[in-house]
């Protein structure tokens, strides 16, 4: 990837650029469409930002339904027309005693990566609130379908569904706009949350912050557009939109947010 690339991005971001630029390749060389794995908001933002910089290449993402968070993107040649079967998404149904058990984002995604996958293999864990459901890669879906029988104690079953299945999640995000001093991860945290900055930084030193679903330790972490940071017990933040800054240089944000 051409070094004036690299320089939009951060630095732990150039194995995915250089992932994206063989995809690019690939098609080309090819003429045939490629299909992602799973990517999370700032992936994909990087791809489209590459794809429209770099090619004449048709590019579409989809998570299974309308507002997913996590996307597959199909990359393909002008001649190819997507449909949605082309995205290969599998959509399961967790079964489990409701009226004597309570499952959680968090307990469902810790056993799905204890099949020994990789998060990129899982698309959203959606609720409504009782009922939930998981969308993944067809490619690994009957394998994670007869490994999981237990969520923690609570013994489960994946029963496939079809998308007019689809629970409606329940989506507390709201828009919120911020002034910050600057885009560092202590600083939105306690920003957002009203917290201490000193609380922010234990937060994230104690392992209970997560950024882009990845354990982060690093409190002097600088944000960009479109990442996810969530926070144990707080909830998360999505950076929507930087919007210039005051006449005191500092930031405006947009951001959403879902408290717990």
């Given at each position: 990837?051409?070094?004036?690339?690299?320089?939009?991005?951060?630095?732990d971001?150039?194995?995915?650029?250089?992932?994206?630029?063989?995809?690019?390749?690939?098609?080309?060389?090819?003429?045939?469409?490629?299909?992602t794995?799973?990517?999370?908001?700032?992936?994909?933002?990087?791809?489209?930002?590459?794809?429209?910089?770099?090619?004449?290449?048709?590019?579409?993402?989809?998570?299974?339904?309308?507002?997913?968070?996590?996307?597959?993107?199909?990359i393909?040649p002008?001649?190819y027309?997507?449909?949605q079967?082309?995205?290969?998404?599998?959509?399961?149904?967790?079964?489990?005693?409701?009226?004597?058990?309570?499952?959680?984002?968090?307990?469902?995604?810790?056993?799905?990566?204890?099949?020994?996958?990789?998060r990129?293999?899982?698309?959203?864990?959606?609720?409504?609130?009782?009922?939930?459901q998981?969308?993944?890669?067809?490619?690994?879906?009957?394998?994670?379908q007869?490994?999981?029988?237990?969520?923690?104690?609570?013994?489960?079953?994946?029963?496939?569904?079809?998308?007019?299945?689809?629970?409606?999640?329940?989506?507390?995000?709201t828009?919120?706009?911020?002034?910050?001093?600057?885009?560092?991860?202590?600083?939105?945290?306690?920003?957002?949350?009203?917290?201490?900055?000193?609380?922010?930084?234990?937060?994230?030193?104690?392992?209970?912050?997560?950024?882009n679903?990845?354990?982060m330790?690093?409190?002097?972490?600088?944000?960009?557009?479109?990442?996810?940071?969530?926070?144990?017990?707080?909830?998360?933040?999505?950076?929507?939109?930087i919007?210039?800054?005051?006449?005191?240089?500092?930031?405006?944000?947009?951001?959403?947010?879902?408290?717990?």
């Amino acid at each position: 990837m051409n070094a004036n690339v690299y320089q939009h991005f951060r630095e732990d971001e150039r194995p995915f650029i250089d992932t994206v630029e063989e995809w690019l390749e690939k098609v080309e060389m090819q003429y045939a469409p490629v299909l992602t794995d799973f990517l999370d908001p700032r992936q994909a933002y990087i791809l489209e930002t590459l794809i429209r910089q770099n090619s004449d290449l048709g590019f579409r993402f989809y998570g299974g339904y309308e507002l997913s968070e996590r996307t597959r993107c199909l990359i393909y040649p002008d001649y190819y027309t997507p449909t949605q079967e082309d995205f290969e998404i599998a959509l399961f149904t967790i079964q489990y005693p409701k009226k004597f058990a309570q499952l959680s984002h968090s307990k469902i995604l810790g056993t799905l990566l204890s099949t020994g996958l990789k998060r990129q293999s899982f698309g959203d864990i959606i609720s409504d609130g009782e009922n939930w459901q998981v969308l993944m890669s067809k490619e690994i879906s009957h394998y994670v379908q007869t490994q999981v029988e237990k969520i923690g104690k609570i013994s489960v079953r994946l029963e496939q569904a079809n998308y007019t299945e689809l629970i409606v999640p329940k989506d507390d995000w709201t828009l919120e706009q911020a002034i910050v001093s600057s885009l560092r991860v202590d600083v939105v945290i306690s920003n957002v949350f009203n917290i201490s900055r000193q609380r922010s930084k234990q937060l994230i030193e104690s392992n209970k912050v997560k950024l882009n679903w990845m354990e982060m330790q690093r409190a002097d972490f600088v944000l960009d557009l479109l990442d996810i940071v969530s926070i144990r017990g707080f909830g998360r933040l999505q950076i929507r939109a930087i919007e210039g800054t005051t006449k005191k240089e500092k930031i405006r944000l947009s951001l959403g947010v879902l408290r717990k």
